[in-house]
């Protein structure tokens, strides 16, 4: 059974940076698509990010594109949420979430599409 577990979650002023972590275990990730998502107080979860595990090729919403950035490290089974230039609006709760992959990576960018999901670490950002 595949696990995801994020971390590095914090509070921070607008302008700083934190680095997340999603360590994931159980499975076999090469095929895998791993996306990051976000839910805010009283909105719907959003989709942050994704990569793919084998190529390292990745997709990003439009309101965090050149902000944030998101890597794998395949030696240990971990991918990072890399958040630069934090604003106060990217307060949230932070998943990350995981499914195989069979096209191209900017496919899986709809969170009903994502199989396993991590317990979510916070995030927020002050003014």
């Known amino acids: 059974q595949v696990q995801l577990v994020e971390s590095g979650g914090g509070l921070v002023q607008a302008g700083g940076s934190l680095r997340l972590s999603c360590a994931a275990s159980?499975?076999?990730?090469?095929?895998?698509?791993m996306g990051w998502f976000r839910q805010a107080p009283g909105k719907e979860r959003e989709f942050v990010g994704t990569i793919s595990w084998s190529a390292g090729s990745t997709y990003y919403a439009d309101s965090v594109k050149a902000r944030f950035t998101i890597s794998r490290e395949q030696a240990k089974n971990t991918v990072y949420l890399q958040m630069n230039s934090l604003k106060p609006e990217d307060t949230a709760v932070y998943y990350c979430?995981?499914?195989?992959?069979?096209?191209?990576?900017?496919?899986?960018?709809?969170?009903?599409?994502?199989?396993?999901w991590g317990q979510g670490t916070q995030v927020t950002v002050s003014s």
């Open positions: 159980g499975g076999t990730f090469s095929m895998y698509a």
């Open positions: 979430a995981a499914r195989r992959a069979y096209y191209s990576i900017s496919y899986y960018y709809k969170k009903a599409s994502y199989d396993y």
